[in-house]
């Protein structure tokens, strides 16, 4: 099965009250974990890389390749949209070119009028070639950029004006954080969601950080219009305990404990795990 656009899953989702899971990939195993959870609970996915783990990959055209190719290899049945997350102007341009079928163009930084125009300009690109878009307003705050404690809160009547672009689906800030949850995190703002859902009449929204966000609140997320959550940090969390573990326990010292095949994986079982209680968590599984 090819790559399809992420309109469709997403649309259905929003329908069907669940969430696409969109899970963050780094390199070869990682998609072949992911390929293998999805497939494993019949659950419709979305892959998606930053602009860094695309040329840590050996860059957009390789991804593309890869992803095809497994799908192809390993007998892949489940809609499958290739995504590229916060991408930039550029970012956004080359993966349309090049064959990804989806695109965030981020915008968030700009300038309300110029995210609006760089928005509008990516939509029709991507349109014309049947490839789906997310667009970002606000901002999603990160404990890398010091915020602690709580994310940053979109404005909806922002909101509203990317959603009127024409817009597949929005990212929004809603007090979500990418990369670890603090102890003190206040936790998501379904004040300010809900504000939004009404603000865009309905669009399907997105929800980053998705890591490590309690099941009963990603729930709620999606009755208030979520219906795609980003998992990048904790497959690697997992990936990371699991190699840790491995060699703490002295294995890769062990016979040949140290061919990558044997050393991965742990990793890679525990990647597999992760992503297929994610799927069963957002209640995706089984909507393929
Ligand atoms: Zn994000």
Redesign the pocket.
């Known amino acids: 099965m090819a790559l399809v656009s992420a309109t469709e899953m997403i649309n259905k989702a929003h329908e069907g009250h669940y969430a696409i899971p969109a899970f963050n990939t780094n390199n070869l195993e990682w998609t072949q974990c992911i390929l293998r959870a999805v497939q494993e609970t019949n659950t419709p996915v979305m892959i998606q890389t930053s602009e860094g783990a695309a040329k840590y990959m050996g860059g957009y055209k390789v991804v593309v390749d890869m992803v095809n190719d497994l799908i192809d290899s390993m007998g892949i049945t489940v809609p499958v949209a290739l995504h590229l997350?916060?991408g930039t102007y550029e970012g956004a341009k080359a993966c349309i070119e090049v064959g990804y079928s989806s695109v965030m163009f981020?915008g968030s930084h700009f300038p309300i009028e110029e995210n609006i125009a760089k928005s509008k300009e990516i939509i029709e690109l991507a349109h014309a070639k049947g490839v789906s878009v997310e667009c970002e307003v606000g901002g999603?705050g990160g404990v890398e950029d010091g915020v602690a404690s709580a994310g940053e809160l979109a404005d909806p009547a922002e909101c509203k004006r990317i959603a009127d672009l024409g817009v597949d689906f929005l990212?929004a800030g809603i007090g979500n954080i990418?990369g670890k949850y603090p102890a003190d995190w206040a936790g998501l703002n379904f004040d300010r969601l809900a504000e939004i859902k009404e603000a865009i009449g309905g669009k399907p929204m997105v929800l980053?950080?998705g890591s490590g966000i309690p099941f009963e609140q990603t729930k709620k997320a999606v009755s208030l219009g979520v219906s795609k959550i980003?998992i990048?940090t904790e497959l690697q969390l997992v990936f990371a305990d699991a190699t840790r573990k491995y060699i703490e326990a002295g294995k890769d010292l062990e016979g040949k404990g140290y061919d990558p095949r044997k050393l991965l994986k742990p990793g890679c079982e525990a990647i597999v795990a992760k992503a297929k209680e994610l799927c069963e968590g957002f209640e995706a599984a089984g909507k393929a």
């Open positions: 997350d916060h981020d999603i990212a990418h980053h950080g980003n990048n």
